[in-house]
């Protein structure tokens, strides 16, 4: 009874796996709530920075507070030619220049502090623990870009026939 009732307790008390992890205790979240303005429209606006986000990765839809949807993966140059087609197509949340942000840029949304995925889930919801594109050429080797995974690899090269997410962005100081 005794073995039962202690399985029953570690059961329902453990994360499930591959649930997000934060370790608040150490240090303060390196991208909080109050950093973000949320508009209301599926975006947020980073007050330090001045980039505007799209909460949901392409292939998604916001929904209710929420990305609905599966992300939709595509290689670097894909990625590129999905951004100016949207822009196209009449943009999103009222705007036209939305764009693959660069490596810095992507790394200012990953959360140093959490794993499962690297990212605020609270402000990109649904966002895997993959890796996202950026609009960063590697110098030097054609065949490659840099992309900024969500999981445990962080920014790395990668071939640019790979399929990855992505994540659009707008704007900056």
Request: charged letters at 20%; a neutral charge.
């Amino acid at each position: 009874m005794k073995t039962t009732a202690l399985f029953f307790l570690l059961l329902t008390t453990a994360a499930p796996i591959g649930a997000q992890t934060c370790d608040i205790q150490s240090r303060p979240l390196s991208t909080p709530n109050e950093r973000f303005k949320d508009n209301g429209d599926g975006t947020l606006t980073d007050i330090q920075s001045g980039l505007t986000w799209m909460r949901c990765s392409l292939g998604q839809t916001w929904s209710s507070a929420t990305c609905v949807g599966t992300p939709s993966g595509h290689a670097w140059q894909a990625t590129l030619n999905a951004a100016d087609q949207l822009n196209k197509q009449g943009g999103y949340a009222g705007h036209r220049d939305w764009r693959v942000p660069h490596i810095p840029e992507l790394a200012t949304i990953s959360e140093r502090q959490c794993a499962d995925p690297r990212i605020n889930l609270g402000l990109f919801p649904a966002t895997p623990a993959a890796p996202f594109w950026s609009a960063t050429p590697r110098k030097g080797f054609d065949d490659d870009a840099y992309m900024l995974s969500f999981g445990p690899e962080g920014a790395t090269p990668s071939d640019k026939g790979e399929g990855h997410f992505v994540r659009l962005v707008r704007g900056g100081k």
